[in-house]
């Protein structure tokens, strides 16, 4: 799996749009950009994946730039149980593959 | 309705114990992976098993010995229980195939402290 890298943390007002950035400069092509969330004692918690278009859910936005090495999650109105830890993960999405978790970007949203 | 459950959910024991994990998943998926949580709060696969057969074993010390009697179900059971053992498991499902993402879903946690 690729590996990828994320801020490791992030602010925003409750209401505002959380723009989470992660740079996968070595992805290869037939790899997909997933994004998890884990919230506090909870357990990850699938939020959105893409090849090479943006895509939309009614969770997220997931911007993947052009040449595929960079993409932002977008919560467009984060609200105070968007607070989580937020993981980047490049993978293939067939067989049995495993998810490989990096440090994640913690997001803090605050009224 | 719980998609992927866990018991129990809290595990207090003491040292050199055995002790046993139980997960359950009703999504119809074929895979099931166990995940441990450090205290530094890394997520790190163990295991994968595909229609009750292992698929990823990420050498995980042989006390560990995973048990799948279904396609829904995923046990974890532990022998010797050490210090360095407490963490939080997480165990999940997919379903891979042509028509899936392949995307994971996981339980809440079971929290084992090894005293």
């Known amino acids: 799996d690729a590996k990828t890298t994320q801020p490791t943390s992030m602010d925003c007002a409750e209401g505002r749009a959380a723009n989470l950035p992660c740079n996968h400069s070595t992805i290869s092509g037939n790899e997909y950009v997933y994004w998890y969330r884990q919230i506090h004692s909870q357990g990850p918690q699938y939020i959105i994946h893409g090849l090479k278009n943006n895509e939309t859910n009614e969770m997220a936005s997931l911007i993947i730039t052009e040449d595929r090495k960079s993409s932002t999650l977008i919560l467009p109105h984060a609200t105070l149980r968007d607070t989580a830890v937020y993981y980047c993960i490049v993978r293939v999405p067939t067989g049995f593959q495993k998810l490989v978790f990096g440090t994640g970007t913690r997001l803090l949203v605050s009224p | 309705d719980t998609a992927v459950s866990q018991t129990p959910k809290y595990l207090v024991t003491q040292m050199g114990n055995d002790k046993s994990i139980k997960c359950e998943q009703n999504l119809g998926h074929d895979t099931m992976y166990w995940y441990k949580q450090d205290s530094k709060k890394f997520l790190k696969i163990m295991f994968s098993?595909?229609?009750?057969?292992?698929?990823i074993n990420e050498t995980v010390p042989n006390r560990f010995s995973p048990k799948s009697p279904d396609k829904a179900h995923l046990n974890l059971h532990i022998n010797s229980l050490e210090l360095g053992d407490s963490a939080v498991y997480f165990c999940?499902?997919?379903?891979?195939?042509?028509?899936?993402?392949?995307?994971?879903?996981f339980g809440p946690g079971t929290r084992l402290t090894v005293l």
């Open positions: 098993y595909n229609n009750k057969e292992l698929i």
């Open positions: 999940a499902s997919s379903r891979p195939g042509r028509n899936s993402y392949n995307e994971q879903f």
